[in-house]
């Protein structure tokens, strides 16, 4: 299997098991606990299989349109720096999810949990790999939507539901923020 093939399974898994446990496992918790579980240490083991096995950059993009003289595509963009922190990030994410297993053994919503968790792997992991700045916001906003699902986990409960709102209003702030960083970029360069 080819390295950029290894990146859309890496970047694509987690959002598997988010849709397989939100559709098919929200009723069987440990069921969907474990599943993600072992999908993000499947994914740690391919990150790592990138890690240890190439050295060369990796560039692959494909072009979605056009707006102008500005791209819209999606890619990939895997120096040093990217392989390691990709195998950190999802080696940490696939402890996480393990520790989750107990944390969350008695949650009557364990497949809502494990889908917002895969979530954010996979919204983290996009981060980590993109190739341009329209991506990285789009991935950006996703971690926003999973953290803002994780808080809001016991949605019935006041803490939780003031937790959260407090996090989308901060993500807010950091949206804006963002955005004017790439509308400085894209004037700046004249590319994402």
Known sequence: MNTVS?????????????????????????????????????????????????SEDIKWHYELGKIGEISLGFGYLI?????????????VAAWIHLFSVG???EDDSRGRFFAGLSIFMF???????????????????????SS?????????????????????ITNRVGDLGFILGIALCLKLYGTL
């Open 79 to 91: 120096d040093a720096h990217a392989r390691l922190m990709l195998f950190v990030v999802s080696f």
């Open 6 to 54: 290894l990146l859309h399974w890496i970047l694509f898994l987690p959002l598997g098991a988010a849709a397989f446990s939100a559709f098919f496992l929200r009723r069987q918790g440990a069921f969907a606990a474990w599943f993600s579980t072992v999908t993000a240490f499947v994914i740690a083991g391919l990150a790592l299989t990138i890690l240890t096995q190439t």
């Open 148 to 168: 803002y699902m994780l808080i809001a986990h016991y949605f019935d409960t006041d803490f939780a539901a003031e937790a959260s709102k407090k996090a989308f």
């Open 103 to 105: 944390y969350m053994k």
């Open 123 to 145: 919204s983290i992991l996009g981060i980590v790999i993109a190739d341009n700045l329209l991506m990285t916001f789009i991935f950006w906003e996703l971690v926003g939507f």
